[in-house]
């Protein structure tokens, strides 16, 4: 599995994001994806995550109410859309791929496979 995220980029507080991350056509729809983000000086933690089938997604409880995750298997691709984006959401996100197992998984370690990264700025 390859991924690609993008859709980064300098907001203002309250602005809107969508994140992309992009999967090998052939692995879209075996593969349960996660976001994490780092923020200089931290450690990686879980935003939100989906099952490799689509029908469920786990976030974490403090961006619950904001982001939202989903997943587009003509394109190949699961979105992060993040809404009112607040200065403390500034990081790099990460998207992140396993192939195996029919959960939603929180922890990095879970994860087989990520991508490079997008940088996210949020300015008051």
């Known amino acids: 599995v390859q991924l690609v995220e993008s859709g980064g980029g300098s907001v203002q507080a309250g602005d809107s994001l969508r994140l992309s991350c992009a999967t090998s056509?052939?692995?879209?729809?075996?593969?349960?994806v996660g976001w994490f983000r780092q923020a200089p000086g931290k450690e990686r933690e879980f935003v939100g995550g989906i099952t490799w089938s689509g029908s469920r997604t786990c976030d974490a409880d403090a961006e619950k109410e904001r982001f939202i995750i989903s997943r587009d298997y003509d394109q190949g691709t699961v979105y992060l859309q993040m809404n009112n984006l607040k200065p403390e959401d500034t990081a790099t996100y990460f998207c992140a791929a396993r192939e195996t197992g029919h959960g939603c998984y929180r922890y990095s370690v879970e994860y087989e496979t990520w991508g490079q990264g997008t940088l996210v700025i949020v300015s008051s």
């Open positions: 056509r052939r692995a879209q729809s075996s593969v349960a």
